[in-house]
């Protein structure tokens, strides 16, 4: 029987793994069915071995971004839980890929990565609750639908089922939405895993709801 080019594929990348630049960098991966966080263990100019718990499949296209908003695109061609090996459709230069995103003074920081979700959250302030819909979310903070009044610079505390609640400050208003950051950034491993769960896209009802009294 003739081997599968795919798994001829792995074999090659396990024996170059001596040539691979060791790293290890949180970036978005994004397949035709995911959006995910993943870890990027080791890179070289035609391949990457990536760290996720997102159910990739072997043969599956993925594109990968970096924080440095840098991206790549290929074909996976291992797999073996919770990694996987993605082949490149082009050879890239490993110190361009890697290199800081070039910015002049009055250029903006590079925004984390976003993650788009869709489930109910809540808002606390001052002994009011707000609810709303979380859209995406980061490891620093997150984008949430509200149709109560809320303005820049308010302390609240973000509730979102299935995780923690998070201290955050509303950092913009517009058209119906707030951008929240948190006091303190989310650890990867508990994002990732509510990210892999069901209460990250959850059906939804009623739109968000006003600004209400929390009762006592």
Known sequence: MTPSPLVQDATAMSAREARLTTILLIARLTTETRDDLCRVRNLSSGGMRIETLSPVTLGERACVEL???ATVQGVVVWTTYPEIGLRFDQPVNIAELLAPPVRNAAAQMP????????CPVTLRRDGHI????????????????????????????????????RRATIRWVANGFVGLAFAETVAFDELSRWLAGEQRQTPMGAEPLTLTRQSS
């Open 130 to 165: 707000m609810s709303g819909v979380l859209k995406d979310v980061s490891l620093g903070g997150a984008r949430i639908a509200v149709s109560g009044a809320a303005r820049i610079g308010d302390k609240v505390v973000l509730g979102i089922p299935g995780l923690e609640s």
């Open 67 to 69: 924080k440095n908003g």
């Open 111 to 118: 925004r984390s990565l976003r993650l788009a979700t869709r």
